[in-house]
């Protein structure tokens, strides 16, 4: 019986993904604001880890950047249609002695936006031989988003109806089906399904890492609504009361630390998924996404509940969400011994 592991996010990592902005993209009317953003996320994680950086030029990616060690960084030249690698980017497991990377199809969120070169991102970084020979490739035929799962490295896994049983992606499988495929996929015993709770602006349909977090196996933070006029209140105490119905592999009730709903940021006339469980595990600290918000150090205070041996960093993250993403969103993490090349190289 094969022995296969999705390793939780707080393992120790080898590197993150990112996919750095350009002019000619959606970014364009605010490539200004969302550059010190990416900067500033960069900075964070070179001090602690690998960084492999997706570019339309590297030279413009490295006039960005200004002076940093690029010792860290692997620049690799490829074309993309959006930012958000959390939800195309590799997924990676290991299976008894072996290590593999996992490329699912994505679609643009369930074809809302176009696909074309995300879709084909996992498999070209594979091709350019980045990841270490050890390592294995599989192509799956299924649409799957790294953000709609949230594994506990222990064979739980937590997601959301809303997005996983949604029309445009697998509406061929049930949810059993859906089961069936992660048990064989990822060795998981069980999926904790939510079936409420959601974010005004957010293009996922319910994405999990919007809404509610693993962060040990017994912890998890969520967003919680107090306002009863916000239009919120409702679904997210819905998911609240099913949070708390959930058991650990164990039998008992999980640890849960309530994160606030952060205060409502409008963009054009629209209001935009700002959410502080949008955070970013990395080696030794946690980047978490701020609003210039009075309800920052209050967030910061909880999720420092369920980190005791990490730092919080906030990271200004209110250009990111003028296009409807956050942090966590723009991140793939790498777990250790995947990683073949070191830093200071360009990948064309």
Known sequence: MRLITLPAEWVRQSG??????????????????????????????????????????IKEVKFALGSVDYSKIIFCKLTFNDVWVRDYGPLFI????????????????????PANHDNQIVRRLYEKKIFSSLVDYKKINMVLEGGSI???GNGSIL????????????EFMTKSELEHAFNFLFGIKRVLWLHNGYLAGDDTDAHIDTLARFCDRETIVYVQCTNKNDEHFEEL???????????????????????????AVFYKGERLPATYANFL?????????????YLDELAKTSLQKAFFGRNIIGINCLPLIKQHGSLHCLAMQIPENFILLMGGREIV
């Open 159 to 170: 997601t959301t109806s809303r997005c996983l049983l949604s029309i445009n992606r697998n």
């Open 237 to 263: 105490s819905l998911m609240e009361a099913e949070l708390m119905s959930f058991k650990t592999l164990e039998g008992k009730p999980y640890k849960l630390i309530p994160l606030p709903m952060a205060e």
């Open 150 to 152: 949230e594994s506990d």
């Open 94 to 113: 290991s299976v008894d002695d072996r290590l593999c990377i996992l490329d699912f199809n994505f679609n643009g969120w369930g074809l809302k936006f």
């Open 281 to 293: 595990i990395i080696n030794d600290v946690v980047l978490m996404p701020i609003y210039d918000s």
């Open 16 to 57: 993150i993904i990112l996919a750095f902005p350009h002019m000619n993209s959606d970014w364009n009317h605010i490539f200004s604001e969302v550059v010190p953003c990416f900067v500033s996320i960069v900075k964070e994680i070179i001090k602690r880890e690998q960084l492999i950086i997706l570019c339309f030029s």
